[in-house]
């Protein structure tokens, strides 16, 4: 069975910081991880989605990687803000139920100014 | 931009009542997804469709049902509110059938049962 873990479960940093979330999964067979933002009490957003094929995706300040095979992705933030506080989560397609999605538990992130 | 929309941001309801929660795609996406989100148990899938008129059992699927009569509705039938009910309901779709699309979610509705 997938299992998704995100450690820590909670994160505080100085504004300015270059900082890495970390997102671990149990099976490699997966179409894809997907990493999201949730601001409280709202809906999730899209980040970055990495295919299996695919090592690394960057959008902005944001860089996502993806290692298959030790099961791990890394989410990447840049010179971070107060603005990123968030939750941030991770979610995997996995061969096994391609209709599934299976997510990670989060990290809270809170940058300090 | 895709464009998921749940009905309502905030619901309050009785217990006893059947409860509709509603929500709408605009993409087209084969797929449609309802979770709900409790602190510390993080997201569960409640029911997913594939496809108009098909449904699959989530992991929580007791007392709730769903419907889905067109391509771009989902809808999540409480059929007698409880207050264990009490939740963040999420929708969400994402397109093609081999899962290897990017998932978009609804802005969430907040549910309270008393």
């Known amino acids: 069975k997938q299992e998704v873990t995100q450690i820590p479960a909670a994160l505080s940093v100085p504004e300015g910081e270059n900082l890495v979330l970390n997102c671990s999964f149990t099976d490699s067979a997966i179409y894809n991880l997907q990493w999201f933002r949730q601001d409280p009490g709202k809906g999730l957003t899209s980040l970055l989605l990495?295919?299996?094929?695919?090592r690394e995706q960057t959008s902005g300040r944001l860089n996502a990687s993806l290692d298959k095979s030790s099961g791990r992705s890394t989410l990447y933030i840049a010179a971070s803000q107060p603005g990123d506080s968030a939750t941030y989560l991770c979610a995997v397609r996995p061969y096994s139920s391609a209709s599934k999605i299976i997510f990670g538990s989060g990290t809270r992130l809170s940058i300090r100014p | 931009d895709v464009k998921v929309t749940q009905s309502s941001r905030y619901l309050v309801k009785r217990t006893g009542e059947k409860v509709f929660l509603e929500c709408v795609q605009d993409?087209?996406?084969?797929?449609m997804f309802w979770y709900r989100q409790d602190p510390g148990l993080g997201l569960r899938l409640i029911y997913f469709?594939?496809?108009?008129?098909?449904?699959e059992k989530g992991d929580i699927p007791e007392g709730y049902s769903v419907s889905r009569e067109k391509k771009e509705r989902f809808s999540l039938i409480l059929e007698s509110a409880s207050t264990n009910q009490t939740s963040m309901y999420l929708c969400?779709?994402?397109?093609?059938?081999?899962?290897?699309?990017?998932?978009?979610f609804g802005q969430g509705t907040r549910l309270t049962v008393v």
């Open positions: 993409m087209d996406h084969e797929n």
């Open positions: 969400a779709t994402s397109g093609g059938w081999r899962g290897n699309t990017e998932a978009f």
């Open positions: 469709s594939y496809d108009v008129k098909m449904k």
């Open positions: 990495i295919q299996s094929s695919q």
